[in-house]
């Protein structure tokens, strides 16, 4: 229970008493500016606490998103000011120091608590209504302007994720918000209709693995269902502002593990009518995730630049803007999750597993150079200065294990290490995956250009990347260590190995993402030892090359070896990930992901 305390009697005829206890507070009325103090010592710890100047006139709303919103310390609105349990000993300091003066009590604490130190969020209110009137005839006018708006209209309206994509805003948004608003209504939490988005997409695969028409059709409803759900579990997030911590772990995750599956079932269906396509299933799932590792590092990379920015692109793209049109074209043809499960869903049930995977390869390879291109661009013209903070993210995305650190020491301040990160990068990246397309597999120098990929991917990380393109070394790396395990398992012709292959990219992949959402949580990169556990990008590109050396006559084995090393990445992974996220250090937010 939370406690909310009016500073003084509130006046004849004011909702307030019940407009606070409908969001879930007790509400304590002070006789006057003293006794607050008092009431405030009362409040037994770990609470939330409120206080409400007893004159606010405003919309329910408002009041939900100053004083309930569980992500940040403090929150403040005009009349009303929150904090949680972090944040309440600055608070006492503050109503100490601010005694009685003053007309503006909840905004002088506000004040006080930005100058102690503590974050104080005031959300934006738009239309809303939040105010202190100060005498009879404002305090008509501001009931007046509460009448005049829509409250609920307005909440329903702000559950929608600004700045969706073109498929979602128009084909899911004007319906999911009202499905989100019925689940506030019966109590449902964003986490039950997560996994329930996560249940329908599994069935939607399970259908794709029958391999008949009828299944590929249920598969494509079912994949727009969990769709619906995907969209509705963050509409009701924001709509109840029901924000967790597991909440954030869940929807940060459960996107990539329904693709994931889907591609599976899809594969197996494929196979069902003798046509193998866990190679394109892989394909598809390898360039997806470059794509998303260039938005993740560029956005790290620049997220506290100091310095101008850039004025080229930001030019054009304002331009381009103008045109209307040209923003929603721009939206689609990245492929956003919105209408790159809308072209899934529509392709499975009319065409076949393997024109749906080339459709994904394509459109999914044009987003991603037109995303890369646009970003080079605007780093090749901005002349901001990276941060410590940001060339360590960028550091973190890069996972470079034990190997690196070795050659690092190894290497000391040789010539190799002079070069530029991203020159050694692009060296690395390209010696390893044009030994493992250009030699035959299970030969030694495949194996020769893996250590070689090991020394120079090491140096690349050895000073802090803050070059104008040093961002391209996370998808760099991605691309070679996903690619490597691909080409490797194709040329394998190893009955297996490809489907094995699939499940270690996606466990390794697994690990990527988590560490990008532990880094957007503020919270950092996952501990050291799981990185020197699974080996770090480098680690697992030189293994994988030695297994297929070594297990390349021995029949089945490098499937067996793969599954096995699959297995393995995902169970530490996992069980790490999992401790996290429903530990108390882990960030109370929802995640917007990517642009649906």
């Known amino acids: 229970m939370s406690t909310a305390i009016l500073t003084g009697p509130p006046a004849p005829g004011s909702s307030l008493d019940g407009d606070l206890r409908s969001l879930g507070f007790d509400v304590r009325t002070a006789a006057g500016p003293d006794e607050t103090g008092a009431l405030l010592a009362a409040v037994p710890a770990g609470e939330r606490v409120a206080l409400v100047d007893p004159r606010f006139v405003g919309h329910v709303h408002a009041l939900r998103l100053a ?59 738009g239309t809303l209504v939040a105010t202190v009137p100060t005498d009879a005839e404002a305090r008509h006018e501001a009931r007046a302007a509460v009448d005049a708006v829509d409250d609920e209209a307005v909440r329903l309206r702000s559950a929608v994720k600004a700045h969706d994509g073109f ?99 899809l594969a197996l269906g494929a196979a069902r009518n003798g046509d193998d396509v866990w190679g394109p299933a892989l394909g598809a799932m390898i360039l997806m995730t470059c794509r998303h590792v260039v938005d993740f590092s560029f956005n790290e990379a620049n997220a506290e630049s100091t310095g101008a920015t850039a004025k080229t692109s930001l030019a054009v793209s304002s331009r381009l803007d103008s045109l209307g049109w040209t923003v929603w074209a721009r939206r689609m043809i990245i492929l956003p999750i919105g209408e790159r499960w809308a072209m899934i869903a529509v392709l499975t049930a009319v065409t076949t597993p393997r ?20 970003r080079v661009l605007r780093s090749l013209t901005r002349k901001a200065k990276r941060t410590d903070r940001a060339a360590q993210a960028l550091a973190d995305l890069a996972d470079s294990g034990p190997l690196a650190a070795l050659t690092n020491r190894i290497l000391g301040r040789t010539g190799i290490l002079m070069l530029p990160p ?17 030699r035959p597999f299970g030969s030694d120098q495949t194996v020769v250009a893996a250590v070689f990929y090991v020394v120079f991917a090491g140096a690349a990380v050895a000073r802090p990347l803050k070059g104008a393109l040093d961002w391209l070394l996370p998808p760099l790396f991605r691309a070679a260590e996903y690619g490597t395990i691909l080409i490797l398992a194709a040329r394998s012709e190893v009955n297996g190995a490809l489907p094995a292959a699939y499940g270690l990219v996606a466990a390794v992949a697994y690990h990527h993402y988590d560490t990008v959402y532990r880094i957007r949580g503020g919270t950092g990169a996952p501990p050291a030892w799981l990185v020197r556990t699974i080996g770090g990008h480098e680690g697992r590109t030189l293994l994988v090359t030695v297994l297929a050396a070594l297990l390349a006559s021995r029949g089945n084995d490098f499937t067996l070896a793969l599954t096995a090393l699959a297995v393995t990445i995902a169970l530490v992974v996992l069980v790490e990930s999992i401790r996290f996220w429903v530990s108390s250090g882990a960030p109370a937010v929802h995640d917007e992901g990517e642009t649906a």
Not at 99 to 115: I, M, Q
Not at 356 to 362: C, D, G, H, P
Not at 422 to 438: F, K, P, Q
Request: net charge neutral; charged share 15%.
């Open 167 to 265: 498929f979602t805003t128009f084909f899911i948004s004007p319906y999911s918000r009202y499905i989100a608003r019925w689940c506030a209504r019966r109590g449902l939490t964003p986490n039950q209709v997560t996994t329930a988005s996560l249940l329908t997409a599994l069935i939607a695969a399970g259908c794709a693995a029958t391999g008949e028409r009828g299944g590929y059709i249920a598969a494509g409803v079912l994949l727009l269902v969990s769709f619906v759900l995907d969209c509705t579990d963050g509409q009701l997030a924001r709509y109840a502002l029901k924000y967790s911590t597991m909440g954030a772990w869940l929807d940060a995750t459960f996107d990539r593990a329904k693709e994931y599956a889907f591609y599976a079932g």
């Open 422 to 438: 991203l020159v050694l990068a692009l060296i690395a990246t390209g010696a390893m995956i044009a030994a493992a397309l250009s």
């Open 67 to 125: 004083l309930t919103d569980p992500r940040f310390p403090a929150a403040a609105a005009p009349g009303a000011l929150t904090v949680q349990n972090g944040a309440r000993p600055a608070l006492v300091r503050a109503l100490t120091a601010a005694g009685t003066e003053g007309d503006d009590l909840t905004g002088t604490l506000a004040d006080a608590l930005d100058a102690d130190g503590v974050a104080v969020h005031r959300p934006q209110l």
């Open 355 to 374: 024109i749906v995977f080339w459709a994904l390869i394509i459109g999914c390879a044009f987003g991603a150079c037109y995303t890369t291109a646009g």
